[in-house]
């Protein structure tokens, strides 16, 4: 199984960026399509964006779309999330997710099985 770390969450005003960035340990990084969901206090845990093993293609939830951007570095065992645009509801607990077999397209959390801990990113309006 793969360990996840993600970094870069933090606090930024509405209209701004932040990059999240997700560390993988163990073998094979390149094996695994990777994910990004959120949770919000209350919450189901959401997808936000997924890349296949080659980093193509890429999927994402209908609301992030042409805000965020999922890029993977496979020499380096990383997925980032670049996020512009952010809005107070993009306010969340960010989670990376790997798994080595995904129905293409897939958005449930149920079809990933290795997660991170998460990383807070908060939106001031």
């Known amino acids: 199984q793969v360990q996840l770390v993600e970094s870069g969450g933090g606090l930024v005003q509405a209209g701004g960026s932040l990059r999240l960035s997700c560390a993988a340990s163990?073998?094979?990084?390149?094996?695994?399509?990777m994910g990004w969901f959120r949770q919000a206090p209350g919450k189901d845990r959401d997808f936000v964006a997924g890349?296949?093993?080659?980093?193509?293609?890429?999927w994402y939830k209908g609301t992030v779309s042409g805000r965020f951007t999922v890029s993977r570095n496979n020499a380096k065992n990383t997925v980032d999330l670049q996020m512009n645009s952010l809005k107070p509801e993009d306010t969340a607990v960010y989670y990376c997710?790997?798994?080595?077999?995904?129905?293409?397209?897939?958005?449930?959390?149920?079809?990933?099985?290795?997660w991170g801990r998460g990383t807070q990113v908060t939106v001031s309006s």
């Open positions: 997710a790997a798994t080595l077999s995904l129905p293409m397209g897939s958005m449930r959390a149920s079809d990933f099985d290795s």
């Open positions: 163990g073998r094979a990084f390149d094996n695994y399509v």
């Open positions: 890349i296949e093993r080659s980093g193509t293609p890429t």
